[in-house]
């Protein structure tokens, strides 16, 4: 593009995150920096019949430079909207936030989910661990939740998104190990399937975004209400009762307290015998080991989904916990961290120095289902560029850990790592004790309550929830 083809606009309004949009429509592009907070007319407002086939907006230096190419007849049209364009070429759009940058050139390592990469070397091995976790976002045009609510979580499901996140990356070391890698466009395992096709977006997956939408209203949450970490770590636990296929144990920790022993009680799946029929699984296990006179390893054991919420701080977060936290990404049993900012959520999947390593759910896509094969599109589900990053110092102290041990010595190893790297503070991020304290109620394994519907069914009736317990949590307090 030459000089003369350009026209050099300015604007003195205000302005917000820009983003990259790349529209493969046969013919001519216009190409321009913009802003979305022009006024009438939108970035174009300037713009005359005989505006040349590109232009090019000068964004202000505080605010990172963004590219969005849009065809020609859109640009010499004062009319459009955001979002009429965004609709008509919603299956067309690549979208990436302004403040979007690649890793810098150092020879610092780069934890990702217990897995380390050195950056200069491994920068491609890096990127593909990244895009291989399933990436959720806002979605639009499913069925409504609830038949009458929402067809879109924009603007409140983004805690959700990221709880399904961390879920998934669970199921993915559940069903095919840490150490899988996703391919653009190669046959992936059946499991890999079936593990996508429990968050689809519709009430019948057992973690939709509907099902969640749904148990939250057990937690006090309305329907299109914004929820915390703790909030979705419950909905989580509950949700869990009704997956006989993955079939996981879900502990959430209380009073930043984590009990081994309930854990074990959880987790430690006993067969059936005369003798034991209608025992608890906590009464069975206690008097096996009573018999034996020693504790012993499970003859099954439930893999578990470890969940820990924390409050690290009270506006934001306290520095003593930083190195605690940064730990937390280093060990293998790692599933990230749900947190964010003030009602913007994000789903913490490593770091590197100071700078935490994120996935962003906040970009809208439209539904995706089932196709006649019975398989999922997944192109929209992995996010294929370089993540975003924050200082740890920006977090809001309202978190919550994600650790998943598949078997009993993944969580030995996980409590040594503990005691070992995180007991050791004088200010500590959170407890592990070996038994429950003396003024908490018994412990009482979760489980399903006692209904003739599947899962699905049962949570598409919020009067029913009533049969679960309303557990207390801490949500993201600052404004």
Same mark, same amino acid.
């Given at each position: 593009?030459?000089?003369? +083809?350009?026209?050099?606009?300015?604007?003195?309004?205000?302005?917000?995150?820009?983003?990259?949009?790349?529209?493969?429509?046969?013919?001519?592009?216009?190409?321009?920096?913009?802003?979305?907070?022009?006024?009438?007319?939108?970035?174009?407002? #300037?713009?005359?019949?005989?505006?040349?086939?590109?232009? %090019?907006?000068?964004?202000?230096?505080?605010? &990172? #430079?963004?590219?969005?190419?849009?065809?020609? %007849?859109?640009?010499?049209?004062?009319?459009?909207?955001?979002?009429?364009?965004?609709?008509?070429? %919603?299956?067309? *759009?690549?979208?990436?936030?302004?403040?979007?940058?690649?890793?810098?050139?150092?020879?610092?390592?780069?934890?990702?989910?217990? !897995?380390?990469?050195?950056?200069?070397?491994?920068?491609? !091995?890096?990127?593909?661990? /990244?895009?291989?976790?399933?990436?959720?976002?806002?979605?639009?045009?499913?069925?409504?939740?609830?038949?009458?609510?929402?067809?879109?979580?924009?603007?409140?499901?983004?805690?959700?998104?990221?709880?399904?996140?961390?879920?998934?990356?669970?199921? /993915?070391?559940?069903?095919?190990?840490?150490?899988?890698?996703?391919?653009?466009?190669? %046959?992936?395992?059946?499991?890999?399937?079936?593990?996508?096709?429990?968050?689809?977006?519709?009430?019948?997956?057992?973690?939709?975004?509907?099902?969640? &939408? +749904?148990?939250?209203?057990?937690?006090?949450?309305?329907?299109? =209400?914004?929820?915390?970490?703790?909030?979705?770590?419950?909905?989580?636990?509950?949700?869990?009762?009704?997956? =006989?296929?993955?079939?996981? #144990?879900?502990?959430?920790?209380?009073?930043?307290?984590?009990?081994?022993?309930?854990?074990? !009680?959880?987790?430690?799946?006993?067969?059936?015998?005369?003798?034991?029929?209608?025992?608890?699984?906590?009464?069975?296990?206690? #008097?096996?080991?009573?018999?034996?006179?020693?504790?012993?390893?499970?003859?099954?054991?439930?893999?578990?989904?470890?969940?820990?919420?924390?409050?690290?701080?009270?506006?934001?977060?306290?520095?003593?916990?930083? @190195?605690?936290?940064?730990?937390?990404?280093?060990?293998?049993?790692?599933?990230?961290?749900?947190?964010?900012?003030?009602?913007? &959520?994000?789903?913490?999947?490593?770091?590197?120095?100071?700078?935490? *390593?994120?996935?962003?759910?906040?970009?809208?896509?439209?539904?995706?289902?089932?196709?006649?094969?019975?398989?999922? @599109?997944?192109?929209?589900?992995?996010?294929?560029?370089?993540? +975003?990053?924050?200082?740890?110092?920006?977090?809001?102290?309202?978190?919550?850990?994600?650790?998943?041990?598949?078997?009993?010595?993944?969580?030995?190893?996980?409590?040594?790592?503990?005691?070992?790297? /995180?007991?050791?503070?004088?200010?500590?991020?959170?407890?592990?004790?070996?038994?429950?304290?003396?003024?908490?109620?018994?412990?009482?394994?979760?489980? !399903?309550?006692?209904?003739?519907?599947?899962?699905?069914?049962?949570?598409?009736?919020?009067?029913?929830?009533?049969?679960?317990?309303?557990?207390?949590?801490?949500?993201?307090?600052?404004?």
């Amino acid at each position: 593009m030459t000089a003369n +083809q350009k026209s050099r606009l300015s604007s003195t309004n205000h302005w917000s995150s820009s983003f990259l949009c790349f529209f493969p429509t046969p013919g001519s592009l216009w190409e321009l920096q913009f802003e979305r907070g022009s006024g009438r007319g939108g970035a174009f407002a #300037a713009l005359s019949d005989s505006a040349p086939s590109s232009a %090019e907006l000068q964004v202000p230096g505080s605010l &990172a #430079a963004a590219v969005v190419k849009w065809p020609v %007849e859109l640009a010499q049209d004062d009319s459009w909207r955001m979002e009429s364009v965004l609709s008509k070429y %919603e299956n067309q *759009i690549t979208i990436f936030a302004d403040y979007l940058e690649e890793f810098p050139d150092t020879d610092e390592l780069v934890w990702i989910l217990g !897995k380390q990469h050195l950056l200069k070397t491994e920068k491609s !091995k890096l990127l593909s661990d /990244i895009s291989a976790r399933l990436w959720f976002t806002y979605r639009r045009k499913f069925s409504p939740i609830g038949g009458t609510g929402p067809s879109s979580d924009a603007g409140w499901g983004c805690m959700l998104r990221c709880g399904q996140m961390m879920l998934a990356q669970a199921l /993915i070391c559940r069903h095919l190990g840490r150490d899988w890698n996703w391919e653009k466009q190669k %046959e992936q395992p059946k499991e890999y399937q079936q593990i996508l096709q429990c968050f689809l977006d519709r009430k019948d997956c057992c973690y939709s975004i509907h099902q969640m &939408a +749904q148990m939250g209203v057990g937690e006090g949450k309305s329907i299109g =209400e914004w929820f915390g970490p703790n909030t979705v770590a419950q909905v989580l636990k509950k949700l869990a009762l009704f997956d =006989e296929w993955n079939s996981l #144990a879900v502990y959430v920790s209380m009073d930043n307290t984590v009990v081994i022993e309930d854990i074990k !009680k959880m987790c430690c799946v006993l067969p059936l015998s005369a003798d034991t029929v209608g025992e608890s699984p906590a009464d069975t296990l206690n #008097a096996s080991n009573q018999s034996k006179g020693t504790p012993a390893g499970c003859p099954t054991w439930k893999p578990l989904l470890l969940i820990v919420p924390l409050r690290l701080g009270i506006n934001q977060i306290n520095p003593v916990y930083v @190195d605690a936290f940064k730990e937390c990404f280093k060990m293998p049993q790692s599933l990230g961290a749900l947190g964010g900012k003030p009602n913007n &959520a994000y789903y913490f999947i490593g770091f590197l120095g100071n700078e935490l *390593i994120f996935l962003d759910p906040h970009t809208t896509q439209t539904f995706v289902d089932t196709e006649e094969n019975g398989t999922v @599109d997944d192109q929209t589900f992995h996010c294929l560029q370089s993540p +975003q990053r924050m200082n740890i110092l920006n977090l809001d102290p309202s978190v919550a850990l994600g650790f998943f041990c598949k078997e009993e010595k993944d969580f030995d190893s996980w409590c040594s790592l503990v005691q070992k790297e /995180i007991l050791k503070e004088n200010l500590r991020m959170f407890e592990l004790v070996q038994k429950r304290p003396s003024h908490w109620p018994p412990f009482v394994p979760p489980a !399903k309550p006692e209904v003739t519907t599947t899962g699905a069914e049962f949570i598409d009736s919020t009067e029913q929830l009533e049969e679960f317990d309303l557990e207390e949590d801490f949500e993201i307090l600052s404004v």
